[in-house]
């Protein structure tokens, strides 16, 4: 048999990502035991070795890292469909949109204008949060559509709109010598001995390798660059939320930046096809660029 319950999807994600029994028991709040014998029933009622167990502690098999990756989009829809059923069930239902805090503001205040000038359209909560967070809101059902961006963001298996198109700019502290340019390369901003570019996290959560800090919030940006620690290259309207202490320069040969609405493909509601055909129709294909 090949049903599977979201109790049994819970333990094996929780001794998947802990890869320790004890470390997963405790956070589940059950005792180890109980959860020893749960994924070993799990493994055999699936016929697959899940996990590698022996002294030195626990290991993925490749059936495992299938198997969590698919529990996650489970869980993850299991999630949405209660939060959505929730929502739509309110006296005055209304569509959460999530985007990062500070980026495509512009586009933002213009979207939600006019779509409260749409006659019958379900009131707006914009949900903001950090980079790379929109995707696990949609899937989750914490957000009913995302602005993103391409190419940085995890757009996999969502139904997108293609809004505008941009160009990049380096974020500088106002007191360094590129500051003072009017515009900059790649290779100009690449290896700056006392300003490293900042580490922005993969879509896997990892951070690539290099003398720039690791960072995963807007403030701790903001804040590193004012200090004159680090540069970032960051789409050219990520520059609402500037500082007194920054100065923004194009960067003339960066990748463009696609910003996009993205939805489930699941979704059947009209209030979603409303809002994103109001999206739609205030696309343009560039933003100006933004001056230092």
């Known amino acids: 048999m090949d049903d599977l319950e979201t109790r049994e999807l819970r333990y094996f994600v929780a001794v998947a990502e802990d890869l320790h029994f004890g470390r997963a028991a405790d956070r589940l709040g059950i005792a180890q035991p109980p959860l020893s014998r749960a994924i070993s029933r799990l493994e055999r009622r699936l016929g697959v070795q899940l996990l590698d167990r022996d002294r030195r502690g626990v290991e993925l098999t490749d059936a495992g890292r299938v198997m969590l990756r698919e529990a996650r989009a489970a869980l993850d829809a299991v999630a949405a469909a209660a939060r959505r059923t929730r929502r739509a069930g309110n006296p005055q239902p209304s569509l959460v949109l999530a985007t990062k805090a500070g980026a495509s503001h512009e586009l933002l205040q213009r979207l939600l204008d006019a779509h409260a000038n749409e006659a019958g359209a379900a009131p707006i909560d914009v949900l903001l949060c950090e980079v790379g967070e929109q995707a696990g809101l949609l ?29 990049q700019i380096a974020l500088l502290p106002a007191g360094h010598p590129l500051a003072a340019r009017d515009q900059l390369t790649m290779a100009d901003v690449r290896d700056v001995p006392d300003l490293p570019i900042a580490r922005w996290p993969r879509l896997d959560g990892s951070y690539p390798d290099g003398p720039g800090p690791e960072v995963h919030t807007q403030s701790q940006l903001a804040q590193l660059v004012a200090l004159g620690k680090t540069l970032l290259v960051i789409p050219a309207s990520s520059r609402a939320w500037q500082w007194p202490d920054h100065v923004a320069v194009p960067v003339v040969d960066a990748p463009d930046v696609t910003t ?21 129709g205030l696309r343009s294909t560039a933003l100006p660029a933004p001056a230092g």
Do not use: K
Not at 161 to 166: K, M, R
């Open 260 to 280: 996009v609405i993205a939805w489930s493909p699941s979704s059947h509601s009209p209030a979603i096809a409303s809002l994103v055909r109001t999206a739609a």
């Open 139 to 167: 899937r989750n059902g914490r957000a009913d559509v995302a602005i993103m961006h391409r190419p940085f963001d995890d757009l996999a298996g969502f139904d997108t709109e293609d809004l505008y198109v941009e160009g």
